[in-house]
């Protein structure tokens, strides 16, 4: 019996299996391309190739499209990204302290105190050192993202890149091609710039204590993890599942509703075959006026969100038909 949690980002879609034990037994990654219902929806159709609707005790979503997520598969919970990420590092390792997790187009840092989440940050407007960045320098650089890292720690030397904006980090890039250095030097320049970024915005006024986690698809950057090190003076560790931890805590969390309710509203697998479309509205309730979500499943409405009140997300969905 397993549990699962789909953590659904701007750039991909992650979908976890954990058991009783909580060991991760399925991972699945996709990329979401603006469309996290197809996204979820594919990911779907792999696990019924591989498990019954029974096999799965409870579901939980997480990620900016959690609450469409939630909405598709009938999900027992639906939390941020922060509360996500925390719940699967603290069930690795109890004495961690600081998560730093970089995605692919976010980022954000954790502070933990006696096992409890009790400050955090995220990127508001600049990507420099999100994973999206970094595919674009690799790209520009034609070098395989799989192995930026490596040339990294291939460099004897670094180069002062800046680092405080994405637009400004690619042009400081170019002109140290320009003036000669070599593709490794600016790459553990680039590495040390982004890692300087994060520090002094997201980790201001921030007390980074070990034992630091690091998670996000960036994790596996060794010139990030060591850039990190180098600044930090002290050793900071990416966990095997680093690229699934939202998924893998919305799973725990998942498991843990429905252990306590008895029971779970998961939809099934089957949903992999429907067509289902999203169309919104603009409630006249109140001057708030929320841009409401309602979701679609062969046809019929399924589930609302987006409104403030819960006047359109509580409601106990009909059997409407499309118009």
């Avoid at 598709?72 to 639906?78: E, L, N, P, R, T």
């Avoid at 509360?83 to 109890?94: G, M, P, R, Y």
């Avoid at 890692?195 to 986690?213: Q, S």
Wanted: glycine share 8%; proline share 2%; aromatic share 8%.
């Amino acid at each position: 019996m397993y549990y699962m949690g789909v953590d659904v980002g701007s750039v991909s879609t992650d979908i976890a299996l954990i058991d009783e034990s909580l060991n991760v037994v399925e991972k699945i990654y996709l990329r979401t391309k603006g469309n996290p219902i197809n996204s979820v929806q594919e990911g779907f159709k792999i696990l019924k190739n591989k498990y019954k609707d029974s096999d799965i005790l409870a579901a939980g979503t997480t990620g900016s499209g959690r609450m469409i997520a939630a909405t598709i598969i009938g999900s027992d919970a639906a939390k941020n990204e922060i509360t996500a990420h925390a719940t699967a590092a603290l069930e690795i390792d109890k004495d961690v302290k600081t998560i730093i997790e970089i995605g692919g187009q976010d980022s954000k840092i954790i502070i933990i105190n006696n096992a409890v989440v009790c400050d955090f940050a995220m990127n508001t407007v600049c990507a420099a050192g999100t994973g999206s960045f970094l595919d674009r320098q690799a790209e520009r650089l034609d070098i395989p993202i799989e192995e930026f890292g490596d040339y990294a720690m291939k460099a004897k030397s670094t180069v002062r890149i800046a680092g405080r904006c994405a637009v400004f980090a690619e042009s400081d890039m170019i002109h140290k091609q320009q003036l000669g250095y070599n593709q490794a030097e600016i790459i553990r320049g680039l590495c040390d710039a982004l890692v300087r970024n994060y520090l002094n915005n997201i980790g201001k006024g921030k007390t980074i204590l070990p034992k630091v986690l690091f998670q996000g698809g960036v994790a596996a950057n060794k010139g990030m993890k060591k850039a990190f090190e180098n600044e930090l003076g002290f050793e900071i560790f990416v966990p095997e599942n680093y690229n699934m931890m939202g998924a893998i805590g919305a799973a725990i969390i998942a498991r843990d509703k429905a252990k306590k309710t008895g029971k779970t509203n998961f939809r099934g697998l089957q949903l992999a075959e429907n067509s289902i479309i999203s169309r919104s509205f603009e409630c006249e309730g109140c001057p708030n006026k929320c841009e409401v979500v309602k979701i679609y499943e062969n046809k019929n409405i399924i589930g609302y969100f987006g409104d403030r009140c819960t006047k359109w997300s509580s409601k106990t969905v009909e059997k409407t038909k499309l118009a």
